[in-house]
């Protein structure tokens, strides 16, 4: 029965640890998703194709070295996870989107670009074309604002339930609440180990194992699935390469792989010293 409750409780903590990594990791992975399917196919190519119009004389290669600028940018990176951070809460809550919202980090989007394009082509516009294409894009930034708006809604209406669930599962992994919870869960797990082995060591070799199978788990194994996912989105959705980062993904499992090999290691120190204790002990009294 104890080794029973010892198995079930490290269990938990195996995966608890699995889901708090997700959790700390599943925004900066979904956000570029998001990214690439839908935003710079409706932002960075209004923004090239205003540039085109206004400077002819910019070439092919500097069109696409500036939307790879953009595309990699932080602030479109930024507008995704708002947008994606939007659109779960909508559907988790069953609430209309704050297309006000939306709309002025758009706007910020594009304000940050502007910068972004005339440093890029700094050699190549002049004052006047410079000063036309903050005209422009600004001019452009309600316009696609509606845009931007009218995709967003016609892709929740037609979610299909898959997606929305998808979307749930999101909306509830990315909160503070989530990884609270499962680190409390960590921690009373933990605890009862404590008080099921009654031993100020022993604890320390469950845990470690349950933490080092999930740390193995999340730092080569999801990495693994990811590259699949992206693989499958490049050839097969998008037709273009498509870099998902799971540098997150990859620190906290790194972290919780060395936390745990570490307990490990402790636990089969202390034993080793409580042994030649024991032995040292039986020794004077012989």
Same mark, same amino acid.
């Given at each position: 029965? #104890?080794?029973?409750? =010892?198995?079930?409780?490290?269990?938990?903590? %195996?995966?608890?640890? =699995?889901?708090?990594?997700?959790? %700390?990791?599943?925004?900066? @992975?979904?956000?570029?998703? *998001?990214?690439?399917?839908?935003?710079?196919?409706? &932002? *960075?190519?209004?923004?090239?194709?205003?540039?085109?119009?206004?400077?002819?004389?910019?070439?092919?290669?500097?069109?696409?070295?500036?939307?790879? #600028? @953009?595309?990699?940018?932080?602030?479109? +990176?930024?507008?995704?996870?708002?947008?994606?951070?939007? %659109?779960? +809460?909508?559907?988790?809550? +069953?609430?209309?989107?704050?297309?006000?919202?939306?709309?002025?980090?758009?706007? !910020?989007?594009?304000? &940050?670009? @502007?910068?972004?394009?005339? #440093?890029?082509?700094?050699?190549?516009? !002049?004052? /006047?074309?410079?000063?036309?294409?903050?005209? !422009?894009? !600004?001019?452009?930034?309600? /316009?696609?604002?509606?845009?931007? /708006?009218? *995709?967003?809604?016609?892709?929740?209406v037609s979610l299909p339930k898959e997606q929305q669930t998808m979307l749930n599962l999101y909306a509830s992994m990315n909160t503070l609440g989530m990884k609270l919870a499962m680190g409390i869960v960590i921690v009373l797990s933990i605890i009862f180990i404590m008080v099921i082995s009654k031993s100020f060591y022993h604890w320390l070799r469950p845990v470690g194992i349950a933490g080092t199978l999930a740390g193995t788990i999340v730092l080569f194994l999801f990495p693994m699935f990811i590259q699949l996912i992206e693989e499958i989105l490049s050839t097969d959705l998008l037709g273009k390469n498509v870099a998902i980062p799971v540098q997150t993904l990859k620190l906290s499992g790194t972290i919780l792989l060395i936390t745990s090999i570490v307990m490990i290691a402790l636990y089969y120190i202390i034993k080793l010293f409580q042994k030649k204790n024991i032995t040292t002990r039986n020794s004077q009294q012989i």
């Open positions: 029965m #104890k080794k029973l409750g =010892i198995f079930l409780l490290s269990l938990v903590i %195996f995966c608890s640890s =699995i889901v708090l990594c997700v959790s %700390f990791s599943i925004q900066e @992975i979904t956000s570029r998703v *998001v990214t690439n399917v839908v935003l710079d196919q409706i &932002n *960075v190519r209004e923004i090239t194709n205003i540039v085109q119009d206004i400077a002819p004389e910019v070439s092919d290669e500097q069109l696409t070295i500036l939307e790879e #600028k @953009i595309i990699q940018s932080e602030e479109l +990176n930024d507008l995704s996870t708002s947008y994606l951070n939007e %659109f779960a +809460n909508s559907i988790q809550q +069953n609430k209309e989107l704050d297309q006000e919202k939306l709309k002025e980090q758009l706007g !910020t989007f594009f304000d &940050n670009n @502007i910068d972004t394009v005339t #440093k890029e082509l700094n050699t190549t516009l !002049t004052p /006047e074309e410079e000063q036309k294409l903050r005209d !422009t894009i !600004t001019s452009h930034s309600e /316009e696609l604002s509606q845009k931007v /708006e009218q *995709v967003i809604t016609e892709k929740t």
